[in-house]
């Protein structure tokens, strides 16, 4: 099984995450007011929880792709969109472990 076998393009969480990446207004709302912001896309309890706590076992297991991810962690814990994200990688590594982990990939 691959990660892409639980992937749902119909998933809420894809439609909200794509749209706050575009727009300041909706940025502002993620980080201020994001149980509202949930409600109106229409999130579920379980889906709000796995967005707020970056839980990308869960966001997987809920059908959310890959690639939400790092938006997902960017958005929640405000981290700079052009500079590396320490977070990012924190996250990444606890969820993944060395697979999640940048310097697993670098030449040697």
């Known amino acids: 099984m691959t990660i892409m076998d ?3 393009k119909t998933q809420r969480l894809h439609r909200m995450v794509f749209e706050v990446r575009k727009s300041w207004e909706l940025r502002e709302r993620w980080k201020k007011d994001f149980d509202a912001l949930a409600r109106e896309y229409g999130l579920s309890e379980e889906e709000k929880r796995a967005a707020r706590d970056c839980d990308l076992p869960k966001l ?4 959310v792709h890959p690639f939400y991810f790092n938006p997902i ?8 969109w052009d500079e590396f994200q320490p977070t ?8 993944y472990g060395e697979a999640g982990d940048p310097r697993t ?3 040697k």
């Open 105 to 107: 990939y670098e030449r």
């Open 88 to 95: 990012t990688v924190e996250i990444m590594k606890r969820s």
């Open 6 to 8: 639980k992937f749902d």
């Open 60 to 63: 997987h297991e809920l059908g």
């Open 73 to 80: 962690i960017r958005l929640t814990h405000g981290e700079d």
